[in-house]
């Protein structure tokens, strides 16, 4: 895998984005994904430090004026999956406590939140025009990626980022998957068809309230 590089963001160069970190995946009672199942005591144990890694990333990034963006995802139910794929009838129904996002990270004011309605944050929502505003050059602006599932959800929002020239960095302790999953997704992007996709380390994102710092404090040598 890449090296693990330290990240300097700051309120002009960086935004956080935690993707699903909702009750169906977190919580005992939710159905979890397609290939885990429903979420059992074990697995929502296992997950907790993954939340709480995730909720320092938040609040440090709030502390600093850092914009925080949320990518939930929610389900009418009048989607393929269940029309024709036969998804549970319960599973991401918008407005139910599956969907929502964890206690642990309720959006605050501020916060954005981007509702999607299939693992891609990009297809069919709104967030190219909220980035638009938010963002005026993305190559020199660092989208940190946190949440999961690495390999399914989480994977897609890094690869929409990449795609759109922000320098994309991955916490590795900050998201989540099935071992399996995690291990490829990481190493897709530790391969050189992805130089802006950097691996990091929550302790070594540093966030700081000094709108000078630029993108050239992500990594060494940039």
Same mark, same amino acid.
């Given at each position: 895998?890449?090296?693990?590089?330290?990240?300097?963001?700051?309120?002009?160069?960086?935004?956080?984005? $935690?993707?699903?970190?909702?009750?169906?995946?977190?919580?005992? &009672?939710?159905?979890?994904?397609?290939?885990?199942g429903p979420v059992t005591a #074990?697995?929502?144990?296992?997950?907790?430090?993954?939340?709480?890694?995730?909720?320092?990333? @938040?609040?440090?990034?709030?502390?600093?004026?850092? /914009?925080?963006?949320y990518v939930q995802s929610v389900?009418?139910?009048?989607?393929?999956?269940?029309?024709?794929?036969?998804?549970?009838?319960?599973?991401?129904?918008?407005?139910?406590?599956?969907?929502?996002? @964890?206690?642990?990270?309720?959006? /605050?004011?501020?916060? $954005? $939140?981007?509702?999607?309605?299939?693992?891609?944050?990009?297809?069919?929502?709104?967030?190219?025009?909220?980035? #638009?505003?938010?963002?005026?050059?993305?190559?020199?602006?660092?989208?940190?990626?946190?949440?999961?599932?690495?390999?399914?959800? #989480?994977?897609?929002? $890094?690869? &929409?980022?990449?795609?759109?020239?922000?320098?994309?960095?991955?916490?590795?302790?900050?998201?989540?998957?099935?071992?399996?999953?995690?291990?490829?997704? *990481?190493? /897709?992007?530790?391969?050189?068809?992805?130089?802006?996709?950097?691996?990091?380390?929550?302790?070594?994102?540093?966030?700081?309230?000094?709108?000078?710092?630029? @993108?050239?404090? *992500?990594?060494?040598?940039?």
């Amino acid at each position: 895998m890449k090296q693990l590089h330290p990240v300097q963001a700051n309120p002009a160069n960086a935004l956080l984005v $935690v993707v699903d970190v909702q009750n169906e995946f977190a919580k005992v &009672g939710g159905l979890g994904g397609a290939a885990s199942g429903p979420v059992t005591a #074990a697995m929502a144990r296992a997950m907790a430090p993954k939340v709480r890694v995730i909720q320092g990333l @938040v609040e440090k990034a709030r502390a600093s004026r850092v /914009q925080v963006m949320y990518v939930q995802s929610v389900r009418t139910h009048q989607e393929p999956d269940f029309t024709v794929f036969n998804y549970s009838p319960r599973y991401l129904k918008v407005g139910s406590w599956g969907a929502q996002i @964890v206690d642990e990270l309720k959006p /605050q004011e501020g916060d $954005v $939140v981007i509702q999607k309605f299939c693992h891609d944050p990009f297809h069919r929502t709104n967030i190219d025009q909220v980035l #638009a505003r938010l963002v005026p050059d993305p190559t020199r602006h660092i989208a940190i990626v946190t949440g999961g599932g690495i390999n399914v959800c #989480a994977y897609h929002a $890094v690869m &929409g980022f990449y795609f759109r020239n922000y320098w994309t960095v991955v916490p590795v302790d900050a998201v989540y998957g099935n071992e399996e999953g995690t291990r490829l997704a *990481l190493e /897709q992007f530790s391969g050189a068809a992805y130089p802006n996709i950097f691996l990091s380390r929550s302790d070594l994102v540093q966030f700081s309230g000094d709108r000078e710092a630029g @993108v050239r404090d *992500l990594v060494p040598n940039t």
